[in-house]
């Protein structure tokens, strides 16, 4: 059996690899596209470049969010999720 770091968790690393276009990070970070590419080009996030789009590591994501995340912008994220479930049912109730 391998011996595990006691400070690092057993999934340690699994996120190391994973990427998510600049349009999902803005949404997991309740922020704009632009804004994001702006973190990313002042240091604050770490993307990769793969052809014309930019993909941001899950870590440094996630790391941002921890450092940053706040009830305010925890309560702006919940009412973007109502407004695009108010959006869902309006759709579906004109679709018939």
Same mark, same amino acid.
């Given at each position: 059996?391998d =011996? =595990?770091? /006691?400070?690092? !968790?057993p999934?340690?690393?699994?996120? =190391? =690899?994973?990427?998510v /276009? &600049? /349009? &999902?990070? #803005? ?5 704009? /596209? +632009? ?10 996030? &770490? ?16 790391a $941002?969010?921890?450092? +940053?995340?706040? !009830?305010?912008?925890?309560?702006? $994220?919940?009412? #973007?999720?109502?407004? #695009? ?7 579906? +109730?004109?679709?018939?």
């Amino acid at each position: 059996m391998d =011996e =595990e770091t /006691p400070d690092e !968790p057993p999934w340690a690393g699994a996120w =190391e =690899e994973m990427t998510v /276009p &600049v /349009p &999902v990070a #803005a949404s997991l970070l309740c922020l704009s /596209p +632009h804004t994001v590419g702006q973190l990313i080009e002042g240091g604050h996030l &770490v993307a990769e470049q793969q052809g014309n789009y930019r993909f941001v590591t899950l870590t440094s994501l996630f790391a $941002y969010r921890r450092r +940053h995340w706040t !009830p305010e912008r925890a309560a702006r $994220y919940n009412a #973007a999720l109502d407004d #695009a479930t108010a959006l869902d049912q309006a759709a579906e +109730h004109l679709a018939g």
